[in-house]
């Protein structure tokens, strides 16, 4: 196993289960099925062997499933889990996935956005699990006519004006929407951007938008960006904001709302004209989308800010789901400052996230060797996610976007990424791909306006 130079506790999630899938088949063991499902009766599934129950394993057996659920619903989603062919297992999941449980956050967090109570099922037989049930709908591509494509990060929002298919204006404007509280604040900034790019065009036929969340028809379900509204406020003025905006440049607009992650994708499989893409934005989280082999979006989460890929139980916990080794610690700028300290580099704590992002990519800029070892960590860590979430998604290409990847910081992480993708895992054959500079910064929003589709 290659090291993490500034993390040796660092526990790949994708060594963790080999190793136990090794030792559960020199121990002899049990079929075991988990099947999430979501909306419209859409399941997925995931099988793997297990410690059969009372043998001595029940701790390991938990502690391996217990971190596939979370994977499982965070990137396919579901308000349903069943565990079949283990009652130990079950019992398990079904009390960390209870009011008060340990995973209380993600049980909730389903709920709201599939309007479900959660569920945690058990199945004796693995024969009578739930079986396989996915769709995938095509998504934009649509570059004909007067387009505004509006992305909303967490520590900026980008703008561009794009008449058929290329961008005539672009902008970035810092923002601080996690930090406010009254909705009018995310509302003026989106309809400020949009207003902005409407007036380099002659007229505007449609407006594509992505943002971090989950959306349903457009309508924002979960969105960290509001993550100091109030509830109330939330259900008042911030579900249909999108919506509301798009009527103030024009009643009949057609408007497309969709995970920024999926956009990434998008804007990758757009770039490379090919399919099989898995898309990665590291910005102010880690956002992710999936383009599969027929070009079409899969209706997925694809929420790995979530995922655990650290499975050292004293890893770095996410503040907002209470949960420790996902995603969103490592593969944003909270990752390039949590590892800061580790490098010796000491940052003003009464800087925001993005400017302490800012002087470690300075430093990275002059050549600083503390900075290079953040990102040559990070691209450890990045290395063997990949191989993890190769367990999961059939990926051709991966598509590495957002700030965190600018400079030559980005270039040392994919570099690392491919080591030990090349050393531990030659088997996989996917083309780890970072766009150039501008792409990078803008791509998002040009891809966004391609979203929806005119009359």
Not at 72 to 88: D, N, P, R
Not at 262 to 291: F, H, P, Q, R, W
Not at 431 to 452: M, T
Request: hydrophobic share 40%.
């Amino acid at each position: 196993m290659i090291k993490a130079i500034l993390d040796p506790q660092f526990r790949p999630a994708a060594v963790v289960i080999a190793e136990f899938k090794k030792a559960v088949a020199e121990a002899g063991g049990n079929p075991l099925v988990i099947a999430v499902e979501r909306n419209k009766g859409y399941v997925s599934t995931f099988a793997i062997d297990v410690f059969k129950d009372g043998t001595g394993h029940d701790e390991e057996n938990y502690e391996v499933i217990e971190r596939l659920v979370k994977t499982l619903l965070w990137i396919y989603g579901g308000y349903k889990v069943t565990i079949a062919g283990s009652k130990k297992i079950y019992e398990g999941i079904a009390n960390a996935y209870c009011k008060g449980g340990a995973r209380e956050f993600d049980a909730d967090f389903m709920a709201r956005v599939y309007e479900a109570p959660f569920e945690v099922l058990y199945c004796e037989n693995v024969a009578d699990a739930p079986k396989e049930n996915q769709a995938a709908a095509p998504v934009g591509r649509h570059l004909d006519g007067c387009r505004i494509g509006f992305d909303a990060g967490g520590s900026d929002r980008k703008v561009s004006a794009v008449i058929n298919g290329e961008s005539v204006y672009s902008e970035e404007v810092v923002w601080f929407p996690k930090l406010q509280s009254d909705p009018d604040y995310h509302y003026q900034g989106i309809l400020e951007a949009m207003k902005t790019a409407a007036s380099k065009m002659p007229r505007v036929d449609a407006i594509g938008v992505s943002s971090a969340g989950v959306y349903i028809d457009n309508k924002i379900m979960v969105a960290s960006l509001f993550l100091k509204v109030s509830d109330e406020d939330f259900e008042k003025k911030v579900k249909t904001m999108y919506i509301d905006v798009a009527k103030e440049i024009g009643e009949d607009i057609p408007i497309e709302v969709a995970n920024d992650g999926d956009v990434t994708a998008l804007a990758g499989a757009m770039d490379l004209n090919d399919n099989k893409v898995l898309g990665i934005a590291m910005g102010t989280s880690e956002a992710a989308g999936y383009v599969d082999g027929n070009g079409n979006i899969t209706g997925w989460l694809n929420e790995l800010a979530f995922v655990p890929i650290d499975f050292c139980k004293d890893a770095i916990v996410d503040p907002w789901a209470g949960d420790y080794g996902t995603g969103a610690m490592y593969f944003c700028q909270e990752g390039v400052i949590k590892l800061s300290p580790a490098a010796g580099i000491e940052l003003d704590p009464a800087l925001s996230p993005a400017e302490k992002l800012k002087v470690v990519q300075g430093l990275m800029a002059q050549g600083d060797e503390r900075a290079a070892k953040i990102y040559e960590t990070l691209g450890v860590y990045f290395g063997y996610s990949i191989a993890y979430y190769a367990m999961f998604y059939d990926i051709k290409h991966l598509i590495i976007m957002g700030r965190a990847t600018s400079g030559d910081g980005g270039t040392i992480l994919l570099e690392n990424a491919k080591k030990v993708l090349a050393e531990e895992y030659p088997e996989l054959s996917i083309n780890l791909y970072i766009p150039d500079e501008k792409s990078r910064r803008v791509g998002q929003s040009v891809a966004a306006a391609s979203l929806p589709k005119i009359g």
